[in-house]
Nanobody
Framework: QVQLVESGGGLVQAGGSLRLSCAASGRAFSRYAMGWFRQAPGKEREFVAAISWSGGSTYYADSVKGRFTISRDNAKNTVYLQMNSLKPEDTAVYYC???????????????WGQGTQVTVSS
């Protein structure tokens, strides 16, 4: 079992930055690939970014490439999402996710956090 708790969401103006954190509890954090998803009002949840067990490989949705950076600190059992040059269309609830597979974490991860709201004003 892995429990995930997100933090760092809030209200920011377009062009600004936020850093989301996801603290994991449970066993063997370093054995899980980690990901971020988001869900905007009236839309389906979509993949944002993922990172492999060691952090050596990262994956991004085209819509956030060059603006968002995912990273992890296995000593702190935490994964981060640095979001720069934010746009109003980035407004959504952001969810942290975990899965043993770096491929499945981008599609159907096993574990989910409760989400944190990010609102970008124009």
């Amino acid at each position: 079992q892995v429990q995930l708790v997100e933090s760092g969401g809030g209200l920011v103006q377009a062009g600004g930055s936020l850093r989301l954190s996801c603290a994991a509890s449970g066993r063997a954090f370093s054995r899980y690939a980690m990901g971020w998803f988001r869900q905007a009002p009236g839309k389906e949840r979509e993949f944002v970014a993922a990172i492999s067990w060691s952090g050596g490989s990262t994956y991004y949705a085209d819509s956030v490439k060059g603006r968002f950076t995912i990273s992890r600190d296995n000593a702190k059992n935490t994964v981060y999402l640095q979001m720069n040059s934010l746009k109003p269309e980035d407004t959504a609830v952001y969810y942290c996710a975990a899965d043993p597979s770096p491929m499945l974490v981008t599609k159907t991860p096993i574990y989910w956090g409760q989400g944190t709201q990010v609102t970008v004003s124009s």
